[in-house]
């Protein structure tokens, strides 16, 4: 099972930009679908982004496409999530997940439950 760390959070003001890294061990990123997750006090966890890892395709949920682009670099294991003209409503715990198995549609929702790796998650605050 592939370990994953997520880091690059912080406070940032509006229309700022942040870079979230997710470093994997244990497995190789590239035999992965990965994505991005976030979860904001009292709301249910969110799917950011995803990248496939046969074509490296990508999705984006419809509240981050144009502003957040995500992606991988196989030599150094790790995913990334460049995030552009940061939001208040962006302010949430990121998590980065990873699944040998899922497939990244962009006529399907991502779902938390189809993913089998987490990492232990980082805060991304946004102020106003």
């Known amino acids: 099972q592939v370990q994953l760390v997520e880091s690059g959070g912080g406070l940032v003001q509006a229309g700022g930009s942040l870079r979230l890294s997710c470093a994997a061990s244990?497995?190789?990123?590239?035999?992965?679908?990965m994505a991005w997750f976030r979860q904001a006090p009292g709301k249910e966890r969110e799917g950011v982004s995803c990248i496939n890892r046969s074509d490296g395709s990508t999705v984006y949920a419809d509240s981050v496409k144009g502003r957040f682009t995500i992606s991988r670099d196989n030599t150094k294991n790790t995913m990334y999530l460049q995030m552009n003209n940061l939001r208040p409503e962006d302010t949430a715990v990121y998590f980065c997940?990873?699944?040998?198995?899922?497939?990244?549609?962009?006529?399907?929702?991502?779902?938390?439950?189809?993913?089998?790796?987490w990492g232990q998650g980082t805060q991304v605050t946004v102020s106003s």
């Open positions: 244990g497995s190789t990123l590239d035999a992965h679908a």
């Open positions: 997940a990873a699944d040998p198995d899922y497939y990244c549609d962009p006529g399907q929702a991502l779902a938390a439950l189809d993913f089998h790796s």
